[in-house]
């Protein structure tokens, strides 16, 4: 039987608490995103019986297709922009998707004052740093190449 | 005496899903349909093909956790060679599987104290900035020349595995400098020897260093690092197999979470096709986190390096057959 010396630190449970909370909104709320789109709940913009059709295709081809097809904006629906199609059951996922790629951004952030009250100023700058380098993934700033 | 039954029927079915998805016969159906891409399906039955896609990657997520590796390693080769889906969509997916069934396990383990957290810090910052960087460079290289580089890649940790002399409890003398000033070390009880392991981990800069490498590269390919992660944890800087398992599970919560946002935001997501692949893997994974607690040590060992040496051989192939150069008969 496992004694205390087992047990993992403060901050380790305090990191899996939220950690496992947004794990489970992230996967309820997709559930229920992808229920409303598959349902026909919220129309998508790209018609379900036609997205067979797109799976298939190169990402710029199918960013064109559906810019084309459906979107009719001036630039290709990529980055943030899906937000402004967040009124159709398809991009309506990326809500949750987004919750389940951010969630570590929240855990390194509630358990950063945690650590340097503590004194373990290493762990904390790295958790500081972990936050800044995943924001910055996460804003779309970085420009990306191919394709 | 009911926990032991249940015990030996979970293992049981983990090992016939191993044999499944390791079988002659799956690695010939995939090839057949790598060679033959399978037509588009007619426009009435568009939901099948995610029907198939939330079973078999139920079936990945319980196997990844098991294996210590991202499901994406396994999602990428199977889906692309048996799936309609462009293999641009196929790398994004194969990131959020890896990333989402990380986070279905991640708390389990870190709360059972088999996933260290302080272990994960140093090697999380240096991997998810290269990842970055390797997700950047990867989505601008020819796809075949990425394939072709993480079979070979894989295919080399395989057979520093096969030859390593000790791994589920290495032998460290000593904790390093760096690993007792970062206070990396820890407690863990194993109940097969129903022993408490106290744990310490050595070569902590040269493993460090090599994170450069497994998170560039883990952002390239765009399939998790797990593959990478158990080896390096286990063999080069001394953790316990059971602790460099969980701990490279959680880790690529971190690691791929900065990948996935590169390809997210690049366009690389379709919800059909993602959304039955996120919630299969972190079902399956719900399942293998469970399964882990009771799992032998060389069990989890044997089904990393056949996992692993599939994935290799499938990611070899397919950069090869790219090439002009047709492999599918040697297996």
Same mark, same amino acid.
């Given at each position: 039987?496992?004694?205390h010396?087992?047990?993992?630190?403060?901050?380790?449970?305090?990191?899996a608490?939220?950690?496992?909370?947004?794990?489970?909104?992230?996967?309820?709320?997709?559930?229920?995103?992808?229920?409303?789109?598959?349902?026909?709940?919220?129309?998508?913009?790209?018609?379900?019986?036609?997205?067979?059709?797109y799976?298939?295709?190169?990402?710029?081809?199918?960013?064109?297709?559906i810019? $084309?097809?459906?979107?009719?904006?001036?630039? !290709?629906?990529?980055?943030?922009?899906?937000v402004? +199609?967040?009124?159709? *059951? %398809?991009?309506?996922?990326?809500?949750?998707? $987004?919750?389940?790629?951010?969630?570590?951004? !929240?855990c390194?952030?509630?358990?950063?004052?945690? +650590?340097?009250?503590? *004194? %373990?100023?290493?762990?904390?700058?790295?958790?500081?740093?972990?936050?800044?380098?995943?924001?910055l993934?996460?804003s779309?700033?970085?420009?990306?190449?191919?394709? | 005496?009911?926990?032991?039954?249940?015990?030996?029927?979970?293992?049981?079915?983990?090992?016939?899903?191993?044999?499944?998805?390791?079988?002659?016969?799956?690695?010939?159906?995939t090839?057949?349909?790598?060679?033959?891409p399978?037509?588009?399906?007619?426009?009435a039955d568009?939901?099948?093909?995610?029907?198939?896609?939330?079973?078999?990657?139920?079936v990945m997520?319980?196997?990844?956790?098991?294996?210590?590796?991202?499901?994406?390693?396994l999602?990428?080769?199977?889906?692309?060679?048996?799936?309609?889906?462009?293999?641009?969509?196929?790398r994004?997916?194969?990131?959020?599987?890896?990333?989402?069934?990380?986070?279905?396990?991640?708390?389990?383990?870190?709360?059972?104290?088999l996933?260290?957290?302080?272990?994960?810090?140093?090697?999380?910052?240096?991997?998810?900035?290269?990842?970055?960087?390797?997700?950047?460079?990867?989505?601008?290289?020819?796809t075949?020349?990425?394939?072709?580089?993480l079979?070979?890649?894989?295919?080399?940790?395989?057979?520093?595995?096969?030859?390593?002399k000790?791994?589920v409890?290495?032998?460290?003398?000593h904790?390093?400098?760096?690993?007792?000033?970062?206070?990396?070390?820890?407690?863990?009880?194993?109940?097969?020897?129903?022993?408490?392991?106290?744990w310490?981990i050595?070569?902590?800069?040269?493993?460090?260093l090599?994170?450069?490498?497994?998170?560039?590269?883990?952002?390239?390919?765009?399939?998790?690092?797990g593959?990478?992660?158990?080896?390096?944890?286990n063999?080069?800087?001394?953790?316990?197999?059971?602790?460099?398992?969980?701990?490279?599970?959680?880790?690529?919560?971190?690691?791929?979470?900065?990948?996935?946002w590169?390809?997210?935001?690049?366009?690389?997501?379709?919800?059909?096709?993602?959304?039955?692949?996120?919630?299969?893997?972190?079902?399956?994974?719900?399942?293998?986190?469970?399964?882990?607690?009771?799992?032998?040590?060389?069990?989890?060992r044997?089904?990393?390096?056949?996992?692993?040496?599939f994935?290799?051989?499938?990611?070899?192939?397919?950069?090869?057959?790219?090439?002009?150069?047709?492999?599918s008969?040697?297996?």
């Amino acid at each position: 039987m496992a004694n205390h010396n087992t047990q993992a630190t403060e901050e380790q449970l305090q990191y899996a608490a939220i950690l496992e909370k947004g794990m489970y909104a992230g996967l309820a709320l997709m559930v229920i995103t992808f229920a409303l789109y598959v349902l026909g709940i919220m129309p998508p913009i790209v018609p379900l019986n036609e997205i067979s059709t797109y799976w298939s295709m190169p990402v710029h081809d199918y960013l064109v297709a559906i810019n $084309t097809n459906f979107v009719h904006w001036e630039h !290709l629906p990529t980055g943030w922009s899906w937000v402004k +199609l967040i009124g159709y *059951g %398809d991009f309506l996922n990326f809500l949750p998707v $987004t919750i389940l790629s951010g969630v570590t951004i !929240l855990c390194y952030m509630v358990i950063t004052p945690g +650590l340097f009250a503590r *004194g %373990d100023k290493a762990m904390a700058i790295m958790a500081m740093v972990e936050v800044f380098i995943l924001t910055l993934a996460a804003s779309g700033l970085l420009a990306v190449g191919g394709h | 005496m009911q926990g032991n039954i249940k015990e030996k029927a979970g293992m049981l079915f983990v090992s016939c899903m191993c044999a499944i998805m390791l079988s002659p016969a799956w690695a010939l159906a995939t090839e057949a349909t790598a060679m033959n891409p399978v037509p588009v399906v007619g426009e009435a039955d568009w939901w099948k093909w995610p029907v198939i896609l939330l079973f078999v990657t139920f079936v990945m997520g319980i196997i990844a956790v098991l294996g210590g590796v991202g499901g994406g390693v396994l999602f990428v080769p199977i889906i692309s060679g048996f799936f309609p889906f462009h293999l641009d969509f196929v790398r994004g997916a194969g990131l959020l599987v890896a990333l989402c069934g990380a986070l279905a396990a991640g708390p389990g383990l870190l709360k059972a104290n088999l996933a260290s957290l302080r272990l994960a810090m140093p090697v999380a910052l240096i991997a998810s900035a290269m990842a970055i960087v390797g997700a950047m460079v990867g989505l601008a290289l020819p796809t075949h020349i990425v394939q072709l580089s993480l079979g070979g890649a894989i295919l080399g940790i395989v057979a520093i595995m096969l030859t390593a002399k000790k791994s589920v409890v290495p032998d460290v003398p000593h904790a390093d400098a760096l690993s007792s000033a970062l206070r990396i070390t820890g407690i863990y009880y194993e109940p097969t020897s129903k022993e408490e392991i106290n744990w310490k981990i050595h070569r902590t800069i040269p493993g460090l260093l090599t994170f450069i490498l497994i998170g560039f590269m883990a952002g390239m390919f765009g399939l998790g690092a797990g593959w990478a992660n158990v080896p390096v944890l286990n063999l080069m800087m001394g953790a316990p197999l059971k602790i460099s398992v969980a701990t490279s599970k959680f880790l690529l919560s971190i690691t791929d979470t900065s990948a996935a946002w590169i390809y997210l935001n690049k366009g690389c997501v379709i919800p059909m096709m993602v959304v039955p692949s996120l919630i299969g893997i972190m079902l399956g994974s719900f399942v293998g986190v469970r399964l882990l607690k009771v799992a032998k040590p060389t069990f989890i060992r044997w089904m990393v390096i056949a996992i692993l040496l599939f994935s290799g051989l499938k990611a070899v192939q397919k950069g090869l057959s790219t090439m002009g150069i047709n492999l599918s008969n040697l297996f």
